[in-house]
């Protein structure tokens, strides 16, 4: 049974996390999706083409992506090379406290580079990236022609 995980699931967005998929065939040729949906609705993915090891696992830390939205090794690529499907959007956060962004992990067989719902994966996982950690206080600032906000930690 092929299983992929984020490790630690939920985590701040400037933390970094480990991605590991298990359960594969040795040298299977998979291709890791990622994306999410922002606050408004518009969706940010990247993929990443890898062929498992021996033991029939997958490491974006020690494994190079064979192509995809990035090559070589990057622990955190599949986060770094999200892209939106609309040219020229950016992805932003404006509810910083209230919500994490949720990126869901995909394993798909083979080398996939369409998007279509009736793929079914091997493996999914979310991870949740939170912009504020816990106990962080946010003040507003109004000072004259200042504007902005002091986040203040526990």
């Keep these: 049974m092929v299983e992929v995980t984020v490790t630690p699931q939920s985590s701040l967005a400037d933390r970094p996390v480990q991605i590991r998929v298990r359960g594969l065939s040795p040298s299977q040729l998979v291709t890791l999706w990622a994306w999410l949906k922002d606050e408004q609705g518009e969706r940010f993915q990247s993929r990443a083409f890898f062929r498992a090891d021996g033991a029939g696992e997958v490491d974006p830390g020690l494994h190079a992506a064979l192509g995809g939205s990035y090559s070589g090794v990057w622990p955190m690529g599949l986060f770094w090379f999200l892209q939106p499907d609309t040219l020229f959007r950016r992805l932003v956060k404006r509810d910083v406290a209230g919500s994490p962004f949720r990126v869901r992990l995909e394993v798909l067989d083979g080398l996939s580079m369409g ?12 991870a949740e990236r ?25």
């Design 115 to 126: 998007t279509d719902p009736r793929e079914q994966p091997l493996a999914s996982c979310e």
């Design 130 to 154: 939170w912009y504020r950690g816990p106990g962080v206080q946010r003040v507003p600032v109004r000072e004259g022609r200042v504007r902005g906000a002091l986040f203040l930690p526990p």
